[in-house]
């Protein structure tokens, strides 16, 4: 991530106690890295203070300061490692349940706004204004907040075999080709998992993927949105199958869009993870990588405030 020194004065600004009303933190090289004049003159226009990242850690930084100089509104302008550093900031700070998380889509697939209805950057703007302000779940993975999913398996290892350049020819796509390249050597997870919901349910075998989502949800048919609203977590086991059977079923219709008996899906406010191998596993949250060799997930409900776009729905089960 790269921006100029205007990001720099920003946060040292926030520490000289300067108190900002409403903020957007921006990934001025997220998705194409055409973006950062739209936001920057669309943020001007509708009175935002914007703080560009330089690398690393800095939208946390910068969640954290703004959400402790008193702005209501923090929005996050990148993909979704941009959203999950926001969050995490706005997490140190002990402000989810005390200010408005906001979103403006400028990353390569941008899944998330998407399942809060939220279509594009000036719509984002329009949103964040007028949109109607709903209170959402935050899922976590050992202590560790995440609002769109946690995900382990073929699908982590591919999104994080997937470098910039790909993105940046291929958008969404370079995340398929990487998974079908990694398929065909793909020896599976070997995993023990422990769901509650009104009593518990057991799963352990060899998985090739494990999809936990907050605001997404793994069928389906068009839109990916979850129920955010639930206190549930939306879960999806894929076993290890041999890869013709797989490739078969993942045209992905009928993989995601239908029961079938190498899938397994719950709906579960708990759900504990343990690898069975003898090295840690790569798991994805919102994007950002990490290793576990033990996963409990929760939910916090409606502890979180998001402007929605028009197309959020808050029963999205009822379209299936």
Same mark, same amino acid.
Request: glycine share 10%; charged share 25%; hydrophobic share 35%.
């Given at each position: 991530?790269?921006?100029?020194?205007?990001?720099?004065?920003?946060?040292?600004?926030?520490?000289?106690?300067?108190?900002?009303?409403?903020?957007?933190?921006?990934?001025?090289?997220?998705?194409?890295?055409?973006? /950062?004049?739209?936001?920057?003159?669309?943020?001007?226009?509708?009175?935002?203070?914007?703080?560009?990242?330089?690398?690393?850690?800095?939208?946390?930084?910068?969640?954290?300061?703004?959400?402790?100089?008193?702005?209501?509104?923090?929005?996050?302008?990148?993909?979704?490692?941009?959203?999950?550093?926001?969050?995490?900031?706005?997490?140190?700070?002990?402000?989810?349940?005390?200010?408005?998380?906001?979103?403006?889509?400028?990353?390569?697939?941008?899944?998330?706004?998407?399942?809060?209805?939220?279509?594009?950057?000036?719509?984002?703007?329009?949103?964040?204004?007028?949109?109607?302000?709903? /209170?959402?779940?935050?899922?976590?993975?050992?202590?560790?907040?995440?609002?769109?999913?946690?995900?382990?398996?073929?699908?982590?290892?591919?999104?994080?075999?997937?470098?910039?350049?790909?993105?940046?020819?291929?958008?969404?796509?370079?995340?398929?080709?990487?998974?079908?390249?990694?398929?065909?050597?793909?020896?599976?997870?070997?995993?023990?998992?422990?769901?509650?919901?009104?009593?518990?349910?057991?799963?352990?075998?060899?998985?090739?993927?494990?999809?936990?989502?907050?605001?997404? /949800?793994?069928?389906?048919?068009?839109?990916?949105?979850?129920?955010?609203?639930?206190?549930?977590?939306?879960?999806?086991?894929?076993?290890?199958?041999?890869?013709?059977?797989?490739?078969?079923?993942?045209?992905?219709?009928?993989?995601?869009?239908?029961?079938?008996?190498?899938?397994?899906?719950?709906?579960?406010?708990?759900?504990?993870?343990?690898?069975?191998?003898?090295?840690?596993?790569?798991?994805?949250?919102?994007?950002?990588?990490?290793?576990?060799?033990?996963?409990?997930?929760?939910?916090?409900?409606?502890?979180?405030?998001?402007?929605?776009?028009?197309?959020?729905?808050?029963?999205?089960?009822?379209?299936?």
């Amino acid at each position: 991530m790269k921006a100029d020194g205007d990001a720099v004065d920003d946060l040292a600004a926030t520490e000289d106690g300067i108190e900002y009303e409403r903020v957007v933190i921006s990934n001025p090289i997220s998705g194409d890295g055409t973006h /950062r004049e739209q936001v920057r003159s669309l943020a001007t226009e509708h009175d935002y203070t914007v703080l560009e990242t330089q690398g690393e850690g800095d939208a946390v930084e910068f969640a954290r300061k703004a959400a402790e100089s008193g702005a209501s509104l923090v929005a996050a302008s990148g993909g979704d490692g941009t959203l999950h550093e926001v969050i995490l900031g706005l997490d140190e700070a002990d402000a989810l349940d005390s200010v408005t998380f906001g979103v403006v889509p400028a990353g390569t697939g941008n899944n998330f706004a998407g399942n809060i209805g939220v279509r594009g950057i000036s719509h984002a703007f329009d949103v964040l204004d007028s949109g109607e302000r709903r /209170r959402i779940d935050l899922g976590t993975a050992n202590g560790r907040p995440f609002v769109n999913s946690c995900v382990g398996g073929l699908t982590a290892d591919a999104s994080h075999e997937t470098d910039p350049e790909q993105k940046e020819r291929l958008g969404v796509l370079a995340y398929v080709v990487n998974t079908l390249q990694l398929m065909t050597d793909y020896e599976g997870l070997p995993l023990s998992i422990e769901a509650s919901d009104e009593g518990d349910v057991s799963w352990s075998g060899d998985a090739v993927f494990v999809l936990v989502g907050n605001g997404r /949800r793994f069928p389906t048919k068009g839109r990916t949105q979850a129920n955010m609203e639930d206190g549930l977590l939306d879960v999806t086991i894929v076993e290890n199958v041999p890869t013709a059977n797989l490739l078969q079923e993942a045209t992905m219709q009928r993989l995601f869009g239908a029961e079938t008996e190498n899938v397994t899906h719950l709906k579960t406010p708990t759900l504990n993870i343990e690898i069975e191998g003898d090295s840690p596993v790569e798991f994805s949250l919102d994007g950002e990588m990490g290793e576990w060799d033990e996963l409990t997930l929760d939910v916090r409900e409606n502890v979180l405030e998001i402007p929605v776009g028009d197309e959020y729905e808050r029963y999205p089960e009822k379209r299936r």
